[in-house]
């Protein structure tokens, strides 16, 4: 009786303690992640130097993209980066691109974009062809009790031809924003106007024009005040990977091939960084 009491008796004392062994194991992991995003997104901009600040740093692959990070100089933000490269000419790319009225099908969290005072294309000093013009763009982000923001910007778009007048090869967005001295643009209903900080969207023929390589780098203060600094850089993480998935998405089903052309392009991305 004294054994089959102690056997009970153990088996009693065994199962709070396994339960309390599983919540600190879980528990650690937990603070592990807290930390390691901690670090990732706040704790190096204290020591930010030039040298970081122009540097790219890698920080995961995930659906054929690369995303990488570096600091904003002057701020505790991050400028976000995502690149890829998709089984599709940049013709095609820069019609779905272009199609303003249907950007907000890719662009994540756009709701409403307009341009103004938009420029006919001319040559610059380096017979590159540019065209300019003022965009605003309002955004309603996934956060509990955010307001809508808005963003007022110039876009400067610049456009490469081959030497041999085979077409395009590359195509860059630059946009900033800027201060509206005149108040000719007022701030939408509602809406509180985020800093673009200046932000590039890169799109470039490679291997003979069958493919492009397309890359975003994100610099960007939202103003989400109610939010510390290292949540804001969790959240905007994000955004160029997902917005760049969902025009690769897009491009893939308006030219009929299956999104797992996705594994083929970061393939031919990893040679193309070689």
């Not at 054929?64 to 599709?88: C, N």
């Not at 969290?109 to 938009?118: A, G, N, T, Y």
Request: net charge negative; charged share 25%.
């Amino acid at each position: 009786m004294t054994d089959k009491h102690h056997i009970v008796h153990d088996k009693a004392l065994a199962k709070p303690l396994l339960t309390s062994f599983l919540i600190l194991i879980v528990s650690g992991l937990a603070i592990n992640q807290l930390t390691t995003l901690f670090v990732e997104h706040h704790l190096p901009l204290e020591h930010a130097t030039e040298e970081s600040a122009s540097s790219w740093k890698h920080l995961e692959w995930k659906d054929g993209i690369e995303t990488l990070r570096r600091p904003i100089p002057g701020t505790q933000l991050y400028a976000h980066r995502a690149v890829t490269t998709v089984d599709v000419p940049l013709s095609v790319v820069m019609k779905t691109v272009r199609d303003t009225p249907h950007q907000s099908s890719w662009i994540k969290d756009l709701q409403e974009q307009e341009e103004f005072h938009k420029s006919a294309h001319h040559q610059d000093e380096n017979e590159h062809y540019v065209e300019t013009a003022i965009v605003r763009q309002k955004y309603q982000f996934a956060i509990p009790g955010a307001k809508p923001r808005e963003f007022l910007m110039k876009r400067t778009m610049t456009t490469t031809e081959a030497m041999d007048g085979s077409g395009r090869t590359s195509v860059e967005a630059t946009f900033i924003s800027f201060a509206d001295e005149k108040q000719e643009y007022p701030v939408c209903d509602g809406c509180v106007r985020g800093h673009n900080l200046g932000s590039t969207w890169t799109f470039a023929t490679v291997q003979g024009g069958k493919k492009t390589k397309i890359s975003a780098d994100v610099a960007v203060d939202p103003h989400l005040t109610n939010l510390s600094q290292f949540f804001v850089n969790v959240f905007q993480k994000r955004w160029p990977h997902d917005t760049i998935h969902r025009l690769v998405v897009k491009l893939m089903a308006d030219s009929g091939k299956h999104e797992d052309a996705l594994h083929q392009a970061a393939h031919t991305f990893h040679h193309l960084k070689d």
